[in-house]
Structure formats: structure tokens, C-alpha cells
């Protein structure tokens, strides 16, 4: 066997974020770097051997080199078999679904997520578990904890396996599969959604859609089940080949980075319905005709309309939405009478709700919506699940929504990001924020009476473990309520997100632009935690 043993030094950057380890490409591509994290995933992995280990990525630059050497590590660790996809391309949801029908040991997500990639963007690595999940705390803990003490990782010497052709390859002793990268997600798509009814709707003539995957991964599953197996014409994909540096663009799907949707669908002329998805293909952005869904409304409304769904006709166990997602979903949620669970943001706080059969449908702010139909968000699930509904209530998106806002009122929201902050100012900044919440309590802020002021902290239900620190929250007695945290994704300097919500019964008071709604609240935000001063900057770099 041509098993090397390596010599190699710690780093000391190697600690997971909300979401892998995320670094700018030079950084992953210094000696020993990635080889160094994988072998610590399966250093403080117990049990793998001869297991199946999943690995694909979101077609980001330095994703072809990364999938051979972790081929060869998989097979001088003894890893049984390796399914791989085809051009090394994997959607995270994707991956979570082939861990779960394969009965994976786990799965290696290659993917910075919605950062740029190309040689000055980002990479990144994600571990996930055998329920199809992002590892939980504990196990990123472990792995962080083995980085910083790793002094050799071990590879297989042989020339790159053709990740480009299915077919299957032996490294070692380890069986290498190249697999479609497609099929078996599409197969559960079709599981769960109506497919017969959409393909009417989009066949019909009187319905137009326009997906936009923002040249990143989610181009050959939406190629394939929108305009394939659902019929809807060619073209009705937009962006959909993915690229190494995704076009030069930012994966992200929102009303700033996905411009070129966005007037599509607020231009002449428009489709009926519009989604983006993001560069691994987790999150999504729901638009009617010059309508925007915000996310949170978006989870609220899916909850809502469940019982129209095949997947989800039975009714849903419970809800669950991290916690600076608006409480549009909570107000569902009582309606239903099945519970709402709040918690730390991120989606590996989702995973043990849905093992437990707890909760049915997920979701963040941060254009992120699920179920347990996998264990990681999908931004896909989320435009069928859209689809499903429109198909059946034969209503526009607007009309949808706005049913809904008469029915359970209005959660205004919106999220500020100040980007590029430099770290000790935003550690500042929270640092300050946090001692100052104890004298808090009662206050008034403007016309605001601030009823709690506390530092977020999560006792998980099903296993006791406890997050703290997860975000600074001041909520008033009028149910309004401002959040700031930092991004725990960024990889340069930090980034502060403010998170502003409020709460409208009145339907004539329900259509105002959320900037102007939460204006008080806004001005409430940077007074309290003085971020005009600390961070330098007068407004934030994106609005959402
Ligand atoms: C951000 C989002 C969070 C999401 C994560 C991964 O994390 O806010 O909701 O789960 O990306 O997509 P953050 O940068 O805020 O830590
Ligand atoms: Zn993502």
C-alpha cells in the first residue's frame, strides 16, 4: 500500500464557524492546510472505517483539486467506499439526501456557501453527520480541538480519479463511486410535491417562472427537474451552468446580489414567479410580480399552506425558526396549535428537532427554509414548495401573501449588515451592548418600552446542550424587537448584523416599506449600540 504518513504543524485558524471552516482560497491552499483539517473531521470521527463517506462540492474554484486529495485521504484512512459527484458536484441539500438513502457514515460538503469564489474568494469545508446534518458543536468542537494538536495526516499516493464519467474506481481498498449528482434529490423532490399539477401550471400558458441559480450549483438540478421533468420551458433556468468564480458574481440570493432577477421580475412584463438560489444551493429568495417575499414571511407561509402539499398533507409536528428570524412563523404555529422552537442561528440547531420528530419545517431569516425530508436547508424544496402552493390556490404570490398578513398580521422585518467591520471595533461594540443590558429592563427607547434585554442562550430540548452568547436581544412591549450579532461566516474583519422587527395587526397599516416601518426602531438600533460611531460607517453595506 502506497499509504504516506505526513509530518505537518497546526495551525491555529482552524476553528469551525456557523457553517465549516471558511477561508479565502490562498489560505486553504497553503501546505498541509486542507489536509490538515480533513484528517482532523476523521481524527475525531470514531467508527468510520470501512463506512460510506459522501463528498461533493458547489463547483467553486479549487473544489476539482480539493475532491482528489480528500480522495486519497478517504482511502488511506480506510474509509470503505466514497460517492462522489459526478464534476465533483454536490448542492448541500443534495449531499444531506445521499448520506440519508445510502445510510452514510457522513458527508464532506466543499462550499463557501453565497461568498465569492475564484482565486481571491473564499473555500470552504463542512463535515456533515450520518442524519444527513452539519456536525452539531460537539463534534465541530472535537475537530477544532484535534487541529491545534495534529502533527501528521496520512494520504494514499496515486494518480486523480476521473470524478467526470459515472462509474467506479478502486483507491487502496476504498471503493470510489462517481455518482449523478442529480438524480436521487430530484427522485425525493418528486417524492414530496405534487409534480403532475405544477407541470400544469407551468405547461398552461398562463404561468411564467424565472429561476436564477447565479452560475452556481444548483444549475443542473434545476435544469433538470424545472425544465425536464416538469416541463417548463427552455430557458426558464437562467445562470444555471455553475463557474468556478460564479460569474464574478455573489452567489447570494437576495434583492442586492441576485440584480439581474430582480429586474426581471420588477421590470415590464414580468413573470409570474421568480427564485434565486445560492452558490451551494441551501438558501433561496422567493419574488412575485415586483413582489418580494421576506424569508421570514416565506416560512410563515409554507406552514401556513402545508396541507396542500403531498409531502406535508398529514399536517406538520412543529415549527422551528433560529431565533433573529421574525415571529411571523409563531403566529402560524398557534394557529396550528403544534409548537414553535427557537433557536441559535445556523442550521445545525435544527438537526436534533428534526431527528426527534419535533418539528417538520425550519427556517432563518437569512433565506434559508427546510423540513426534514433532508437535515440541511434547501433552497430548491423551497421554490417547489411555492410552486406546489400557487398551483393549487391559483392566486398570485402577492395575493398570497397579503391573505396571509390579514389573517395572522404582519411582521415587518428587516436585517442590516455592516460588513468589513474591523474586529476589535465590533467586539466593542457587542462587548458594550452586553453590559449595558442589565440596566435595561424597563427603559424607554423613543416611543419604545424595552420589556426584556438579554444575551440569547439555547438549552437544546432533546440533548441538553447549552449555546450561549448566541446574539443580544431587546425586545419592547409592543412585541417589536431589535437582535445584533456577528456573522460567524466572514472571513475577513467581522460583520455586525442588526436584525429589526415589528408587528402590524392592522391591515390598512400593513403596506408600508419595512425601512420606513421600522425607522424608529433603526434609529433606536444605532443609538443604543452607537454603531454609526464605533463601526465608522453611516449606513449599512447591505440591507435585507
Ligand atoms: C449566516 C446566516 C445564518 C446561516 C449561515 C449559513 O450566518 O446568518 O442564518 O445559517 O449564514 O448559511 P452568520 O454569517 O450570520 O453567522
Ligand atoms: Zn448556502
Keep these: 500500500m502506497n499509504v504516506q504518513t505526513v ?56 473544489n476539482r483539486q480539493a475532491i482528489q486529495t480528500i480522495l486519497k485521504m478517504a482511502a488511506a484512512n480506510g474509509w470503505g467506499r466514497v460517492l462522489v459527484g459526478q464534476k465533483g458536484i454536490l448542492s448541500t441539500p443534495a449531499v444531506s439526501c445521499i448520506i440519508r438513502k445510502n445510510q452514510a457514515f457522513g458527508g464532506i460538503i466543499l462550499s463557501a456557501s453565497h461568498n465569492p469564489g475564484g482565486p481571491e474568494g473564499d473555500f470552504g469545508i463542512k463535515y456533515n453527520i450520518s442524519n444527513g446534518g452539519p456536525a452539531p458543536e460537539k463534534v465541530t468542537e472535537a475537530i477544532y480541538a484535534r487541529t491545534k494538536e495534529i502533527d501528521t495526516y496520512k494520504i494514499f499516493e496515486a494518480g486523480d480519479v476521473n470524478i467526470d464519467e459515472l462509474g467506479t474506481f478502486q483507491l487502496s481498498e476504498t471503493t ?33 417562472m424565472c429561476m436564477d441559480s447565479m452560475h452556481a450549483v444548483t444549475g443542473p438540478y434545476a435544469h433538470a427537474i424545472f425544465e425536464q421533468r416538469l416541463g417548463a420551458p427552455a430557458g426558464t433556468v437562467m445562470n444555471g451552468t455553475p463557474l468556478e468564480d460564479f460569474g464574478d458574481g455573489h452567489p447570494d440570493p437576495n434583492l442586492v446580489y441576485a440584480h439581474d432577477l430582480v429586474e426581471i421580475l420588477y421590470g415590464d412584463n414580468a413573470p409570474d414567479f421568480g427564485a434565486a438560489s445560492d452558490g451551494d444551493g441551501d438558501r433561496n429568495m422567493i419574488l412575485g410580480r415586483k413582489f418580494f417575499v421576506t424569508p421570514s414571511d416565506s416560512l410563515a407561509v409554507l406552514a401556513a ?13 412543529g415549527v422551528a425558526r433560529s431565533m433573529p428570524t421574525s415571529a411571523a412563523a409563531d403566529r402560524v404555529a398557534a394557529q396550528l396549535g403544534i409548537d414553535c422552537y427557537e433557536t441559535p442561528t445556523g442550521w445545525k440547531f435544527f438537526g436534533n428537532l428534526l431527528d426527534a420528530g419535533m418539528a417538520t419545517l425550519c427556517g432563518e431569516e437569512s433565506f434559508g427554509t427546510g423540513s426534514n425530508h433532508v437535515r440541511e436547508k434547501d433552497g430548491l424544496w423551497a421554490v417547489l414548495f411555492w410552486l406546489n402552493i400557487l398551483a393549487v390556490r391559483q392566486q398570485s404570490v402577492e395575493q398570497i401573501v397579503r391573505e396571509h398578513w390579514q389573517t395572522y398580521g404582519r411582521n415587518y422585518y428587516s436585517r442590516h449588515d455592516y460588513e468589513g467591520v474591523e474586529s476589535d471595533r465590533a467586539n466593542t ?66 460583520t455586525l448584523r442588526v436584525y429589526l422587527e415589528s408587528y402590524e395587526p392592522d391591515v390598512a397599516k400593513q403596506n408600508l416599506d419595512p425601512q420606513e416601518a421600522l425607522a424608529d426602531l433603526i434609529v433606536i438600533a444605532d443609538e443604543v449600540a452607537q454603531i454609526r460611531t464605533l463601526t465608522g460607517m453611516d449606513k449599512p453595506t447591505v440591507i435585507t
Design 7 to 62: 509530518s505537518t504543524q497546526p495551525f491555529t485558524d482552524q476553528k469551525p464557524g456557523t457553517s465549516g471552516l471558511r477561508k479565502q482560497v490562498q489560505v486553504f491552499r497553503k501546505f498541509h492546510y486542507l489536509e490538515n483539517f480533513v484528517q482532523s473531521i476523521f481524527d475525531s470521527l470514531e467508527g468510520y472505517q470501512g463506512q460510506t463517506l459522501v463528498l461533493g462540492g458547489d463547483g467553486r474554484y479549487y
Design 176 to 208: 470510489v463511486e462517481v455518482i449523478d449528482s442529480v438524480t436521487d434529490y430530484a427522485d425525493l423532490m418528486e417524492s414530496l410535491f405534487d409534480f403532475d399539477r405544477i407541470r400544469q401550471l407551468l405547461t398552461s400558458g398562463n404561468f411564467r
Design 305 to 317: 399552506n402545508a396541507k396542500l402539499v403531498p409531502g406535508y398533507k398529514d399536517g406538520l409536528a
Design 429 to 494: 461594540l457587542m462587548d458594550n451592548l452586553r453590559s449595558s443590558l442589565s440596566s435595561m429592563k424597563g427603559k424607554q427607547l423613543g416611543s419604545y418600552q424595552v420589556e426584556y434585554a438579554d444575551d440569547f442562550s439555547y438549552t437544546d430540548p432533546v440533548d441538553g446542550s447549552v449555546s450561549q452568547k448566541q446574539g443580544v436581544r431587546i425586545g419592547f412591549t409592543d412585541g417589536s424587537r431589535i437582535v445584533f450579532r456577528l456573522s460567524g461566516t466572514g472571513t475577513q474583519g467581522a
